[in-house]
């Protein structure tokens, strides 16, 4: 069973820093695509970066330069690292995979991230 667990979120000073974290059960984030969204009150989710099964990044155009993407194979986790952090960060993050194999796609619970201007 795949499973997904994030966590990091909490309640940061606009400019501050976050360390999102997603471990995974049941498959392997090494080999599937891996991705973070986003869903802040009011609005549909988005996608914030995406890591593809080779290894490939991509940020949307709000967050580039700010947060990156990065994986550890060894504990089967991927991270967002979030620096110079904005009030409209302010959302519940989730972190998705989709399963090389069969391309199900599974989603984490979600992780509240605030930003206080």
């Known amino acids: 069973q795949v499973r997904l667990v994030e966590s990091g979120g909490g309640l940061v000073q606009a400019g501050g820093s976050l360390r999102l974290s997603c471990a995974a059960s049941?498959?392997?984030?090494?080999?599937?695509?891996m991705g973070w969204y986003r869903q802040a009150p009011g609005k549909q989710r988005e996608v914030v970066a995406t890591i593809s099964t080779r290894g490939l990044t991509t940020y949307t155009d709000s967050v580039k330069g700010r947060f990156t993407l990065s994986r550890d194979n060894a504990k089967n986790t991927v991270y967002l690292q979030m620096n110079t952090l904005k009030p409209e960060d302010t959302a519940v993050y989730y972190c998705n995979t989709v399963v090389f194999a069969t391309l199900d796609r599974y989603w984490g619970q979600g992780t509240s991230v605030t930003v206080s201007s």
């Open positions: 049941g498959t392997t984030v090494s080999i599937n695509a």
